[in-house]
């Protein structure tokens, strides 16, 4: 786990409150991005901005509902690097990993700017977890993971959670 991984975790705790439904679904998005970085074999820079990123991906959420009707999928990624700033700005981390982490959260809807393996693997977990919560169905699934995922990792995934017919207890080949 990379040095301030568990800090931003409680930050993030803390801004959302009592919004347990963000809070976990944020939650679910870090740990299958932190682990497909790890099976993906992230040099140690991509694997703490993928964890900060995953992290803080949604932050802006909560102050976009606050201000906006509608277009919350659009400014929850403009107001995302601001708030992130003042969640994290005053730690002692790289400043090229925050300004690449608020780069990744102001745009991670935003699939035909992915221009590298922390990008890609932020995207790829987050649909993983948005495929269940928002409940796409099988056709979806499979026009996603072949227009939008690119690990080894993430397509396993997405296979053994949603593409398998009958549920068995093989472990994954990776
Ligand atoms: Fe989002
Ligand atoms: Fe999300």
Not at 42 to 66: N, V
Not at 68 to 89: Q, R, V, W
Not at 122 to 139: F, G, H, Q, S
């Amino acid at each position: 786990m990379a040095t301030h991984t568990n800090t931003i975790l409680n930050l993030m705790i803390d801004y959302n409150g009592n919004d347990v439904r963000r809070i976990n679904h944020t939650l679910k998005v870090f740990a299958f991005a932190q682990s497909i970085g790890r099976d993906e074999s992230c040099d140690d820079r991509a694997q703490t901005i993928i964890e900060y990123a995953s992290i803080l991906h949604d932050i802006g959420l909560r102050k976009a509902e606050e201000i906006y009707s509608s277009g919350i999928l659009k400014y929850h990624e403009e107001l995302a690097p601001e708030i992130a700033k003042e969640l994290i700005g005053d730690l002692e981390i790289d400043n090229g990993i925050k300004e690449r982490v608020y780069f990744l959260i102001g745009n991670h809807h935003s699939y035909k700017k992915i221009d590298g393996i922390d990008f890609q693997i932020l995207v790829e977990a987050d649909l993983i977890v948005n495929m269940y919560e928002d409940d796409y169905n099988l056709e979806a699934i499979a026009s996603v993971r072949q227009k939008l995922f690119k690990t080894k990792t993430g397509k396993a995934l997405i296979d053994t959670m949603y593409l398998k017919k009958e549920t068995n207890n093989e472990s994954r080949q990776l």
